[in-house]
């Protein structure tokens, strides 16, 4: 059975960075599309970025220009790279994979439990 785990949120400065880490264990970890998303309280859980098997990337607009996601088949882990948070980087932060590189959320199938990223001023 295919299971996600990210880890790497802490609380972070504005303007600082922080990398979070995810891995997939269970199942082929290069036949996986993997998605970061991310929820803030009451708001939607909104697409932050993708990468495929063969590192196609894709990027919310949130995350354009400031993160950067990466994959390491070796390790069957994917990495988000934030860099100039803001506070409204400030939510739970999801792996997901799936097998098709999507920005809707019900594209992925596997998910992970969530870790909090919290940006202070």
């Known amino acids: 059975q295919v299971q996600v785990g990210e880890s790497g949120g802490r609380l972070v400065q504005a303007g600082g960075s922080l990398r979070l880490s995810c891995v997939l264990s269970?199942?082929?970890?290069?036949?996986?599309?993997m998605g970061w998303f991310r929820q803030a309280p009451g708001k939607e859980r909104e697409f932050v970025a993708s990468?495929?098997?063969?590192?196609?990337?894709d990027y919310g607009d949130s995350a354009k220009g400031r993160f950067t996601i990466s994959r390491d088949n070796t390790k069957n882990t994917v990495y988000l790279q934030m860099n100039s948070l803001n506070l409204e980087d400030t939510a739970v932060y999801y792996c997901?994979?799936?097998?098709?590189?999507?920005?809707?959320?019900?594209?992925?199938?596997?998910w992970g439990q969530g870790t909090q990223v919290t940006v202070s001023s």
């Open positions: 997901a994979a799936g097998s098709i590189a999507a920005q809707r959320p019900t594209e992925y199938e596997h």
């Open positions: 269970g199942g082929t970890f290069v036949s996986h599309v």
């Open positions: 990468i495929n098997w063969y590192d196609r990337t």
